[in-house]
């Protein structure tokens, strides 16, 4: 039996080859982040990669489309020097590629979010981001969302391309994870090489899970080849009924979402190892017919979190 997981979320009555081990989980509360290498299987990795290819593409196309002077929900641009470019893709299931379903119905994730969440897990966010081969801005130190830490929320990331060293990889700042961080501060001290930074070094098909609030970003870097990562957010739904900052009805809507994965899963994988889904009966969700509606649900709103910004700088008072 896994360790327990907070005091107010329920134990795991069992676990598969796919649960993580009682030191990879203290290895994550200790550190806020964990890798797994080599995770995911090629065949599910190479359906994901060419979904990622096509959502692109798609967002390219629609930024011919509606202009290049604002975003949509569905995909995220900014500006950089070369141009107006493409960065992030949200909701990736409603996209015509069941790859992103796949993946959210297999063990290689749902083990690992009973796991951190306890047995009522919901999938909170599902997104790819990633940088091109002549776009390497950097992703400033932060903390993706600052709460108040009586459950685990986690970011798995699930690499489809190299990410190293000398081409931006991710810097961790391990133990962070315990409180809100002053990022302006740590800015100005230590730039990108504070104290015991870890850079995670990552090959296609290796996953990562941090915690949200653990500190991380990556430095600016050019001319390397095109770096995605998916991620796909967990929280318990405990913690959402009792903080926010979405209501029962949202959850619900979201716990939706697995079963379709199970399905899909099953469907492209039927000799693979399938997920046993234990969810509480109390939030089994009832389901729908409207496909579209179940594959994206809006957020709306979310849990803020922390990063440097122009008003937390502190300026020196004149002598």
Avoid at 63 to 75: I, L, P, Y
Avoid at 231 to 250: C, H, K, L, N
Avoid at 264 to 290: G, I, L, N
């Amino acid at each position: 039996m896994l360790t327990k997981i907070y005091d107010n979320v329920p134990y795991i009555a069992e676990r598969t080859q796919y649960h993580l081990t009682d030191e990879q989980v203290e290895f994550f509360d200790i550190n806020g982040y964990l890798i797994l290498r080599d995770w995911i299987p090629a065949d599910m990795l190479q359906r994901l990669q060419e979904a990622g290819n096509i959502w692109i593409n798609e967002g390219r196309e629609l930024q011919k489309t509606v202009g290049s002077e604002r975003d949509t929900e569905d995909f995220d641009y900014a500006d950089r020097p070369s141009g107006r470019v493409l960065y992030r893709v949200n909701y990736l299931h409603n996209k015509g590629q069941s790859a992103s379903l796949e993946l959210l119905g297999s063990p290689q994730v749902l083990a690992v979010a009973e796991s951190l969440c306890g047995r009522n897990f919901v999938p909170t966010y599902e997104s790819m981001v990633f940088k091109e081969k002549n776009d390497g801005a950097p992703i400033i130190w932060h903390q993706d969302a600052v709460h108040p830490r009586n459950f685990r929320i986690f970011n798995y990331d699930l690499y489809l391309d190299a990410s190293t060293a000398d081409g931006g990889a991710l810097r961790v700042l391990a133990k962070t994870q315990a409180q809100k961080q002053d990022f302006c501060k740590l800015e100005a001290q230590y730039g990108w090489n504070p104290p015991d930074v870890v850079v995670v070094e990552m090959q296609p098909g290796d996953v990562l899970l941090h915690d949200v609030m653990v500190a991380h970003g990556s430095p600016e870097v050019e001319g390397k080849a095109r770096r995605r990562t998916l991620y796909y957010e967990f929280r318990a739904t405990e913690q959402i009924v009792s903080e926010g900052p979405w209501d029962v009805e949202w959850v619900e809507r979201r716990l939706r979402l697995i079963p379709l994965g199970l399905d899909a899963h099953q469907t492209a994988f039927p000799a693979a190892e399938q997920f046993d889904w234990k969810v509480d009966a109390s939030y089994r969700p009832d389901y729908s017919d409207d496909r579209a509606q179940e594959l994206k649900i809006v957020h709306v709103v979310h849990t803020s979190g922390a990063y440097c910004s122009a008003g937390d700088v502190k300026v020196p008072a004149k002598t």
